[in-house]
Every structure is written in C-alpha cells, then in structure tokens.
T-cell receptor
Framework: TQLLEQSPQFLSIQEGENLTVYCNSS?????LQWYRQEPGEGPVLLVT?????EVKKLKRLTFQFGDARKDSSLHITAAQPGDTGLYLC????????????FGKGTHLIIQP | GAVVSQHPSRVICKSGTSVKIECRSL??????MFWYRQFPKQSLMLMAT?????????EQGVEKDKFLINHASLTLSTLTVTSAHPEDSSFYIC??????????????FGSGTRLTVV
C-alpha cells in the first residue's frame, strides 16, 4: 500500500505570509495531484505534476514534484483569507485507471 | 468542463435501513468511477473502483456485501449502503476519470453525500 505523508496537518497564519505544504512518500508515483476542498463539497483539482523536478505555478501557488517523483510541495506566496481551506495531495500509482491515494490533508486558515 | 453529479447531497436514515447514492457523469462517458469515504477532519479514503459492466474492486477492509456498487451504464454508478449503522455515517464522494492516457488524465469529483445514520 502506498502512503502519502502530508504536513503540516493544520496551519494558521496571518494574511500576507508565505507557507509551504509538503507531501512525502517512500513510493514512486506516476503523477501527483493537488486538490482544494471546501466543507461539504468534493475536492477540486488545482494541478497535476507528472515529470520529476517539474514546477507549475498557479497565480500565487507554486507546485513542485520531486526529482524522484516521491514527494511534492505546495508553496503559497502572500496568503490571502480566500486561500483558507483543506488542501489535499493525491498520488497516482499506475497508468491512470487507479484510484487516488490521498494525503491526510492540510487545514489552512489565513487570518485577516 | 467535465461534471460529475452526485445525489443526494444529504441523507438521514434509520439504523438498519439501506441508502442508495447515485453518481452520474453529465457530459462524458465514465468507464471507471471511484467511491471514497471521508470522516470529519480526515482525508479521503478509497473504498472501491467501479467498472462499467463488471464487478467493482474493493479496497482492503471494505465490506463488499455492505457497500454494494452497481455501474450498469457508462454514465451512472450507484453505491448502496445496506443495513446502515451509525458508524457508517460519513461523507461519501465519487469521482470519474475524464480522460484517457497515462499522463494527461483528470479525476472529476462529485459534490459528495453526507450520510447520517440515526
């Protein structure tokens, strides 16, 4: 069973600060995805990283896939209250027909 | 974009009864759908993979006789929680693969079903 360790599980910071969320595994994933989930709703895909060392940017969010495709990070610059939510990393083990392995999630609160 | 509709969004049932949750792909065909369960303040746990026209594949520890999955068409998968008990209360979420290929596919999630067993 492949596991994804996500940290921190809870993070509360002030508006304008930067933060990084980490997702680590001892297993190799064919790709890794980051989702954001609002209470009472399903997760919404933010990004998919596929190539080792890949970096993708989505406005103030920067996603990186480790060279060995075992870890990933999400960095948010100048966090805003609207960034508050649950962020989930999820790994894809096979060729795309497998269910996702989710990390435990990071509950992020940005205080104004 | 691809949309997955899940119904109902909330359901309350009595202990011992069964509840059916529907997951529909609205504008695409989904040969494979997945069912997840999420307890409060926790992450999503894969329960089973639903394949159109064949039996579902269940993850270890998930009772197939309790969580019945039917995927009779390319746009509909159903999850029936049989003889529900309070410990089955959870947030159930379905998802579908929206593209083929090994590196350019997406998973679209339904909006979830909050099941409360009283």
């Amino acid at each position: 069973t492949q596991l994804l360790e996500q940290s921190p599980q809870f993070l509360s910071i002030q508006e304008g600060e930067n933060l990084t969320v980490y997702c680590n595994s001892s297993s190799v994933f064919s790709s890794l995805q980051w989702y954001r989930q609002e209470p009472g709703e399903g997760p919404v895909l933010l990004v998919t990283v596929v190539t080792g060392g890949e970096v993708k940017k989505l406005k103030r969010l920067t996603f990186q896939f480790g060279d060995a495709r075992k870890d990933s990070s999400l960095h948010i610059t100048a966090a805003q209250p609207g960034d508050t939510g649950l962020y989930l990393c999820a790994g894809v083990a096979g060729g795309g027909a497998d269910g996702l392995t989710f990390g435990k999630g990071t509950h992020l609160i940005i205080q104004p | 974009g691809a949309v997955v509709s899940q119904h109902p969004s909330r359901v309350i049932c009595k202990s011992g009864t069964s509840v059916k949750i529907e997951c529909r792909s609205l504008d695409f065909q989904a040969t494979t759908m997945f069912w997840y369960r999420q307890f409060p303040k926790q992450s999503l746990m894969l329960m089973a993979t639903s394949n159109e026209g064949s039996k579902a594949t269940y993850e270890q520890g998930v009772e197939k006789d309790k969580f019945l999955i039917n995927h009779a068409s390319l746009t509909l998968s159903t999850l029936t929680v049989t003889s529900a008990h309070p410990e089955d209360s959870s947030f159930y979420i379905c998802s579908a693969i929206t593209q083929g290929g090994t590196a350019n596919y997406g998973y679209t999630f339904g909006s979830g079903t909050r099941l409360t067993v009283v």
